[in-house]
């Protein structure tokens, strides 16, 4: 623990507004290096899963609906995973540049690798069939759910342990690139989404119903799972996949807010990054000097508090 | 106004309508009647433009429909389909004012034209209800007033058209005339046309200033109530022997009544 008078005498000191001499060079390195990424890394996270989830749930017209239902982030993390434990071979041949950013940009490539296939499986004379995407992102799943296994079977001891925290999702960060490249997709993407709110409300009459109030429905759905699953392909390739996010913010946001989706998608984005950034530092903190996968938090935490919802509220969250 | 014409729809090879034409007005309220599988959603469907035609063309306003901006083409014509779910808990408020969405007037007024239509369609005490707790009949009222909200501006670009695809099927004997009757005004004060799908025949023939009957994918019969309600082309059309009377105040009105063998209430025939 770092006593907050140093932790503010260090930020005042990164900031300018002290003499950096004045300040303990070591707090101020951890907090510019380790601490404040990882604080802005959780709130971009947090905020882009909890958004996706909530327009997810919209575009299926199902309060269960989740961002990984499209396979996107199961694709990122076998991506990864791959990339973990092939990499060595992979990389020879790659420019330095690249080799230092493998896993993320393959993981993110393995994300939109899940998009195409799910959006071809899933059109059926040139429209979106949301049944079917429903039923191939289960498949698809399940399909990188054996290869992830097969992956983590021929892996050794050491990466065994990288894997797991891919599995099961870390914020561990100490590279402001990187940040800033997935910042640079998810923030534009979850704003777009918020101008959608509006259409929403009226997907959620049916798609019929939309298109007679005067809505491009096909365009729509395009548009929004492309950004659902860039914003996913990004967190995932950023931290790993972190699970009930998306699928619980939104239902204690709409316990709130309302189905509105004006007033619920900004209200998720804030409330996601307050909760993965609470759930971040029980992960940090709970067994220190040893971190927990912070999925493991979220699922944990995350689990037992929807079920009590799904009992006590059964009729709020409009099941 | 709304025309369609040489319609021929197919649908995985069965001829779900043939060779129809058939045009309609604004200021006309008309019903479209038939038994079941005759056809009667698959014309309104043709004229939303969701469905594929095999031949024919459908035209709103001189322009072929598909020809119409999505935008543009609802704020004038409103579309109620038969079943309409929504799963999520808004309040009776914010569906009717779904029906907003294309236009792009103020926030207060778009709140006068929800408590408007609300009136019009009995919602008004529902308002602030959640729609999930609504009675299947209350529901589809509130539905009713959601597409009446989306083609109430009496200053719109073009002919304004409402189609309803069995409207009042969930509501209890008061209500549907009552809707009926508003449905009524509206074509005459408002100019606005309305076409619906409809199963109670004495109900149309109350309501409605014209019927189309179709059976089997063709048009029967075309015009006023007392004109197209033979008890010959009501008898072959639906398959059952009726007699048809008229209205005790009103001549004009026919109305329908079954004939049932064994009856409740009939008597036996003589020769028992």
Same mark, same amino acid.
Request: hydrophobic share 50%; net charge neutral; with cysteine.
């Given at each position: 623990?770092? %006593? ?35 604080? &802005? ?21 199902? %309060? ?7 396979? &996107? ?48 499986? +899933? ?7 949301? %049944? ?7 498949? @698809? *799943? +399940? ?19 990288? @894997? ?10 100490? *590279? ?24 929403? *409300? ?11 109030? $005067? ?27 972190? $699970? ?5 913010? %939104? ?13 619920? @998608? ?5 409330? $996601? ?43 709020? @969250?409009?099941? | ?7 021929? !729809? ?65 704020? !004038? ?40 239509? #609300?009136?019009?369609?009995?919602? #008004?005490?529902?308002?602030? =209800? ?15 007033? =959601? ?70 994918? =063709? ?17 072959? !059309? ?25 009856? #409740? ?8």
């Amino acid at each position: 623990m770092i %006593p907050i008078d140093d932790v503010l005498s260090a930020l005042a000191g990164l900031t300018g507004m002290a003499d950096a001499n004045s300040v303990d060079s070591q707090v101020a390195t951890i907090l510019a290096k380790i601490r404040i990424p990882r604080l &802005v890394l959780g709130i971009i996270v947090g905020a882009g899963l909890a958004i996706s989830g909530c327009v997810m749930q919209a575009l299926f017209r199902n %309060p269960m609906a989740d961002p990984g239902l499209l396979g &996107v982030s199961s694709g990122a993390a076998l991506g990864a995973m791959i990339t973990i434990v092939l990499g060595a071979r992979i990389a020879s041949g790659l420019p330095a540049g690249l080799v230092e950013h493998l896993i993320p940009v393959v993981a993110f490539a393995g994300g939109l690798c899940a998009l195409a296939i799910i959006h071809r499986l +899933s059109r059926i004379n040139f429209r979106i069939d949301i %049944p079917t995407m429903l039923l191939a992102g289960i498949a @698809l *799943n +399940s399909i990188t759910g054996a290869l992830i296994g097969l992956v983590s079977y021929i892996s050794d001891d050491g990466q065994l342990r990288q @894997l797991v925290f891919w599995g099961l999702g870390s914020l561990e960060v100490t *590279n402001w690139t990187r940040i800033g490249i997935s910042a640079a997709v998810i923030v534009p993407a979850s704003v777009v989404m918020t101008c959608y709110a509006r259409h929403l *409300n009226a997907n959620l009459l049916g798609e019929n119903e939309a298109r007679y109030l $005067g809505i491009d429905i096909e365009g729509m759905k395009k548009m929004l799972v492309v950004l659902v699953s860039l914003i996913v392909g990004a967190c995932v390739a950023m931290s790993g996949i972190i $699970g009930f996010v998306g699928l619980l913010v %939104p239902h204690l946001v709409r316990m709130a807010t309302g189905p509105d989706h004006r007033l619920l @998608l900004p209200a998720c984005g804030i409330f $996601g990054a307050v909760l993965l950034v609470l759930a971040d530092i029980l992960a940090r903190t709970l067994i220190t000097p040893a971190e927990i996968p912070i999925g493991i938090i979220t699922a944990i935490l995350g689990g037992p508090f929807f079920l009590w919802l799904l009992v006590r509220h059964r009729r709020k @969250l409009a099941l | 106004m709304y025309c369609a014409q040489r319609l021929s !729809v197919r649908i995985d090879s069965k001829i779900i309508l043939e060779n129809l034409d058939a045009e309609f007005q604004s200021g006309e309220f008309c019903a479209i009647l038939g038994p079941n599988g005759a056809g009667k959603t698959s014309l309104l469907r043709a004229l939303t433009g969701d469905l594929p035609l095999l031949d024919g063309s459908v035209r709103f306003a001189g322009r072929d429909l598909h020809e119409w901006p999505i935008r543009d083409i609802a704020r !004038v014509r409103g579309v109620l389909p038969q079943i309409s779910s929504l799963d999520f808990p808004f309040t009776v408020r914010d569906v009717i004012e779904m029906g907003r969405f294309p236009h792009r007037s103020t926030k207060v007024y778009n709140r006068q034209v929800v408590e408007e239509t #609300a009136e019009k369609c009995d919602c #008004a005490h529902l308002l602030d =209800r959640s729609f999930l707790h609504l009675s299947g009949g209350e529901q589809q009222r509130v539905q009713i007033a =959601r597409v009446l909200a989306q083609i109430w501006d009496d200053d719109a670009a073009g002919p304004r058209f409402l189609l309803l695809d069995e409207p009042v099927s969930a509501l209890d004997l008061s209500h549907q005339y009552r809707i009926m009757q508003m449905l009524y005004e509206l074509t005459r004060k408002r100019d606005i046309g309305v076409v619906c799908v409809l199963h109670n025949l004495n109900l149309a023939a109350q309501s409605v200033n014209r019927c189309l009957i179709l059976d089997e994918g =063709r048009l029967i019969a075309d015009g006023k109530p007392s004109e197209v309600f033979t008890e010959e082309t009501i008898s072959n !059309v639906f398959d059952i022997d009726i007699w048809i009377r008229q209205h005790p105040e009103n001549p004009e009105i026919p109305y329908l009544i079954p004939k049932l063998e064994g009856q #409740a209430g009939q008597k036996k025939s003589s020769l028992l």
